[in-house]
């Protein structure tokens, strides 16, 4: 995740002490779960990492297995978990278990996408502790129903975020970027500014599940150039106006070196704490800062990577699997640079990026340790002068 409101402009979020880990935070992270906490989904979007369908699948974790899992996670101080899904608001147990994670000191995430939040369910959530609730919008209007596979979609997700709004739930916006609704970018920054909304995270395609076969139409690496360009530009148009909404970019961590040779050219005086901000972070985290595991309770090192299973949360304690008899692939995972090929090995950027996403990689090539094809640097930018 790149905070470019953070590296343009400044200021600090409440995410920043995970993003940019010190002292013995770095050097032993506890990572950001993912849970998937079903496969179910209301909507069925093309782009799903889950291949999420509006029916039952068997064989997802019970309200006591869950439970046991939250337990483990809070006692071996995982800092944040996110209930991601198919829809984790078609869990009934859903406020139970995020009650549960706050007793146990976790920073509870929902990620939804919104169409079911009515003004009492959004009171719920923030009586229910939930620290942030991201909604899905993927375009405005009925090209967010397209993307999303249902009408009407958008003007529920819209409602809902109006309806968490109102009761002073922290609510944000989560909005892939593909070619299908690129032409609606201008249009989600006006909805976003007109709506008060107070941070929007601009996704980059994974080509995971349903998003694999779309893969075709990510956007074109100058294309990429010109969103990041375009959402750099409103951050520093937002920070100058005192606007306080937060901009990111997520699963494209080539944004960071882009953003800081830009200042670079822009803004010298800024671009050497940028370049701080980035080693910290230090680029992808997969396997090391985030996990996920899925509604059936396999344990893989992002909610993409599913090809990567390192255990089942049924067979082990969560805590076991990641760090006491870590597998293989994490290993590598967490010292990756001497595994990665071709223009990832070579970049001068790789303490600041890691090689970016192994799962496109993966995807694209069918090794896990090629470049990622998403990578939109020049040979002479990753190469220097």
Request: charged letters at 25%; proline letters at 4%; glycine letters at 10%.
């Amino acid at each position: 995740m790149i905070n470019i409101t953070r590296l343009i402009c400044g200021g600090s979020s409440p995410g920043d002490t995970l993003r940019y880990p010190v002292g013995p935070d770095r050097e032993n992270p506890r990572p950001v779960v993912v849970w998937n906490t079903t496969r179910r989904c209301t909507l069925s979007c093309i782009h799903c990492y889950s291949d999420s369908h509006d029916r039952d699948y068997p064989g997802e974790l019970s309200t006591s297995e869950a439970e046991r899992m939250i337990d483990d996670l809070g006692a071996c101080g995982i800092p944040v978990l996110l209930f991601s899904g198919g829809e984790p608001l078609l869990r009934t147990d859903l406020f139970a278990l995020a009650k549960r994670a706050k007793g146990r000191k976790i920073r509870t995430v929902l990620s939804t996408n919104g169409v079911l939040i009515t003004p009492d369910l959004a009171k719920r959530m923030r009586d229910g502790g939930f620290d942030y609730v991201g909604v899905s919008i993927d375009g405005i209007g009925e090209n967010n129903d397209r993307f999303r596979g249902k009408r009407g979609a958008f003007d529920c997700a819209l409602r809902g975020i109006r309806s968490c709004l109102s009761v002073g739930q922290n609510v944000g916006v989560r909005f892939t970027v593909t070619r299908h609704n690129l032409g609606d970018l201008e249009g989600l920054i006006d909805l976003v500014e007109r709506e008060g909304i107070r941070r929007i995270c601009f996704y980059h395609l994974v080509y995971a599940g349903r998003g694999g076969a779309v893969r075709g139409n990510d956007l074109t690496h100058e294309e990429t150039r010109r969103c990041v360009d375009r959402l750099s530009e409103w951050a520093a148009s937002l920070a100058a106006r005192g606007v306080l909404t937060e901009v990111l970019t997520v699963d494209n961590h080539a944004d960071g070196p882009y953003i800081y040779m830009k200042l670079q050219r822009e803004n010298p005086s800024r671009a050497k704490t940028a370049l701080d901000l980035l080693h910290a972070s230090g680029g992808n985290r997969s396997g090391i800062g985030i996990a996920n595991v899925d509604s059936l309770g396999n344990v893989h090192p992002d909610q993409f990577l599913q090809s990567v299973s390192v255990g089942n949360v049924r067979e082990r304690k969560f805590s076991e699997l990641w760090r006491d008899a870590p597998h293989e692939i994490l290993r590598r995972l967490r010292d990756r640079q001497s595994s990665l090929k071709g223009r990832c090995a070579r970049c001068r950027f790789l303490d600041i990026c890691n090689g970016n996403f192994r799962a496109r990689a993966e995807a694209v090539s069918g090794d896990l340790w090629g470049e990622d094809p998403a990578c939109y640097l020049t040979d002479k930018e990753t190469m220097g002068d």
